[in-house]
């Protein structure tokens, strides 16, 4: 990339053409004088600038017209390359960033392995999930998730967006929630739509600061308001009192109620507040949703893996995308475009494991047959996706080297033998 700034200017003076500059001031000095003319005259005296003042003049001028013409196509060369640099590098960076990150989450020897995960995991993420799985225990957990925790929602009947004059008047709203009561009035003119109506009331309940929440959604002409807690459990419950306008003209369509998650773990029954728990000392949890899951030492935990490499896939995905489409740009990115294209690992393999590689080196995920390799087929997982010679960790390998070697991705733009000398020096200078 060249610095910026504007450089061409420079080159634009007639201080930049030091001498041709001097000599035209000379020969006007020439021209205007046979009598009183002043300043200083190049060897040879004024007559003989006065005899070739009209030819030298007209000679300069044509030198001049064609260093700024070449100038001008240097400049838009100069400024053609940073174009196309901005676009390809800005892409580059960020989807080459991303895919060896998603990369080296599926190697075996990075810290927190998809592929070769180390403590407590679930056999089924759609029920509980492993946040923190280091415990000084080795004991398993037979969970049986029965409903999950969450809080009040209240969805009131749409109303025509434009509509106006339905909310006029002196109206109030009171929320109860625990110890904590919340009261809003309101004063509305004719003139006020239902729209603004509602978003005033969102806004005011919003501006409260407390667990209570509002929004109002807009769709087919018609505007929407919803109340709900921020929080979950029983505990978070709310009531709405509503008085004048508000009271006539909000009407309940849709009532979800604040619950506690209820589960059993190992046979013991449970209810908590969140969906976050603790199984044992060390060893976290996230109910997700109802059914039952294993929860034990050394246990694969699916979810996790198929959340990595469908990550993977999509930023693997997005390289060969923005290296298809610059490919013509230079032989360098040709070539890398290619090595990502032809994936070299067999495709029949990987589709077994539940990678499919499609057309161009498109890689897609599917989730069957990648959870059932992670239960049958955890070793030929480890070696195919994240060992060194694994998908993952050649790739990893190779963004790594792109983003180091990239700046030679993009040659810089040559200048032809016409060009040297004004363009030439441009050129380099704005390099510099």
């Known amino acids: 990339m060249f610095r910026s700034g504007s450089v061409a200017n420079q080159y634009t003076s007639w201080g930049q053409y030091g001498i041709y500059a001097s000599m035209l001031q000379r020969q006007d000095f020439a021209n205007n004088g046979q009598t009183g003319r002043t300043g200083t005259l190049l060897p040879g005296g004024s007559d003989v600038l006065y005899d070739y003042a009209s030819d030298s003049r007209n000679q300069l001028a044509s030198i001049l017209a064609d260093r700024q013409k070449k100038l001008a196509m240097a400049t838009e060369i100069v400024e053609n390359y940073n174009n196309l640099a901005s676009s390809f590098y800005n892409g580059f960076d960020s989807s080459m960033k991303a895919l060896k990150d998603a990369a080296y989450d599926l190697k075996n020897t990075s810290l927190n392995s998809a592929v070769n995960q180390i403590g407590y995991g ?42 106006a004059g339905a909310f006029a008047g002196k109206s109030s709203l009171t929320l109860n929630s625990g110890d904590k009561t919340y009261k809003f009035d309101f004063n509305f003119t004719a003139g006020t739509t239902n729209k603004q109506a509602l978003q005033s009331i969102a806004e005011k309940v919003n501006e409260s600061g407390g667990s209570l929440k509002a929004s109002v959604t807009e769709k087919d002409g018609k505007s929407q ?11 978070a419950a709310f009531s709405v ?29 449970h209810t908590s507040g969140k969906n976050e728990i603790e199984l044992a000392e060390g060893v976290s949890a996230t109910l997700t949703g109802t059914g039952e899951a294993k929860v034990s030492p050394d246990q694969m935990d699916a979810g996790k893996l198929v959340n990595a490499v469908k990550q993977f896939a999509g930023a693997y995905n997005a390289v060969v995308e923005h290296l298809k489409a610059n490919a013509g740009s230079s032989k360098a990115i ?16 990987l589709s077994q494991l539940g990678i499919d590689v499609g057309a161009g080196g498109k890689l897609s995920v599917n989730e069957n047959r990648l959870t059932e390799a992670a239960t049958n087929n955890l070793d030929s997982l480890q ?14 390998n190779k963004a790594f080297s792109a983003l180091i070697h990239k700046d ?6 040559s200048l032809t033998n016409g060009y040297y000398g004004v363009a030439k020096g441009l050129f380099f200078d704005i390099m510099a």
């Not at 308001?225 to 505990?235: D, E, K």
């Not at 996706?385 to 990893?396: E, L, Q």
């Not at 030679?408 to 733009?413: D, Y």
């Open 241 to 269: 009192t509503m008085t004048g306008a508000l009271e006539q003209q909000l009407q309940t369509e849709r009532q979800e109620t604040a619950q506690d998650a209820v589960y059993r773990v190992n046979g013991v029954s």
């Open 334 to 349: 040709s070539n890398l475009a290619g090595s990502f294209a032809n994936i070299r690992f067999s495709a029949g393999f």
């Open 225 to 235: 308001l919803q109340l709900y807690t921020s929080g979950t459990g029983a505990a």
């Open 383 to 396: 070696r195919l996706v994240g060992s060194s010679d694994g998908i993952a960790g050649v790739t990893y």
């Open 122 to 163: 679930s056999d089924n993420s759609k029920v509980v999930t492993v946040t923190s799985k280091f415990a000084p225990g080795r004991d398993s957990f037979n969970v049986e998730v029965s409903q999950l925790a969450g809080g009040q929602k209240t969805t009131y009947a749409a109303l025509a967006a434009e509509g």
């Open 408 to 413: 030679n991705l993009l040659p810089l733009p």
